[in-house]
T-cell receptor, first 112, second 111 residues
Framework: ETGVTQTPRHLVMGMTNKKSLKCEQH?????MYWYKQSAKKPLELMFV???????ENNSVPSRFSPECPNSSHLFLHLHTLQPEDSALYLC???????????FGPGTRLTVL | AQSVTQLDSQVPVFEEAPVELRCNYS??????LFWYVQYPNQGLQLLLK??????LVKGINGFEAEFNKSQTSFHLRKPSVHISDTAEYFC?????????FGAGTRLFVKA
């Protein structure tokens, strides 16, 4: 596969569940990002990783926990989410932070 | 710190008409500027970018944008739109390794 892939594409979970979103990039990039996209709201940057190190946490609640085991993989672990966390979660990568970003197709998350 | 303002949340236009999507930014450092497009149920993809050099930048699908430093603008234009251009368009500014996205402009092309 090429580009940025995200799994699953759709996820429905209850407020007490624990789930994880996965992102993988095959572009040799060093920076990876998680964004939240809600209806009628601007794209919200959640986390930035550069060379596997977290360089930005945009005041994200602790029920969202990122993990970057290597430069190609990025996870977002979810637990005890709220209905207002329902959104499209987008992963992106770039050669370095501030450069052109390549986006995955997103995971559509619904919290019941 | 940077900020981006997309002046129109929605732009309806008839097919084959010209369109301009407006973007203004502010930054205390030199910036890179981007336009991305998002089609339904997809992630964002790059339309064009300005890094340096010529202020008129050409992108994919017949789009172009002009960097105007004095007006801190980076408006996106297309001389003749198609139904398939219906999508959400995002302006973004990057400076000091941080990228800020605008709120998006929904372009709706009518037959």
């Amino acid at each position: 596969e090429t580009g940025v892939t995200q799994t699953p594409r759709h996820l429905v979970m209850g407020m007490t569940n624990k789930k994880s979103l996965k992102c993988e990039q095959h572009l040799g990039h060093n920076a990876m990002y998680w964004y939240k996209q809600s209806a009628k709201k601007p794209l919200e940057l959640m986390f930035v990783y550069n060379f596997k190190e977290q360089t930005e946490n945009n005041s994200v609640p602790s029920r969202f926990s990122p993990e970057c085991p290597n430069s190609s993989h990025l996870f977002l672990h979810l637990h005890t989410l709220q209905p207002e966390d329902s959104a499209l979660y987008l992963c992106a990568s770039s050669p370095i932070p501030g450069d052109e970003q390549f986006f995955g197709p997103g995971t559509r998350l619904t919290v019941l | 710190a940077q900020s981006v303002t997309q002046l129109d949340s929605q732009v309806p236009v008839f097919e084959e008409a010209p369109v301009e999507l407006r973007c203004n930014y502010s930054s205390s450092v030199s910036v890179y500027l981007f336009w991305y497009v998002q089609y339904p149920n997809q992630g964002l993809q790059l339309l064009l970018k300005y890094l340096s050099g010529s202020t008129l930048v050409k992108g994919i699908n017949g789009f172009e944008a002009e960097f105007n430093k004095s007006q801190t603008s980076f408006h996106l234009r297309k001389p003749s739109v198609h139904i398939s251009d219906t999508a959400e368009y995002f302006c973004a500014v990057a400076g000091g390794f941080k990228t800020i996205f605008g709120a998006g402009t929904r372009l709706f092309v009518k037959a």
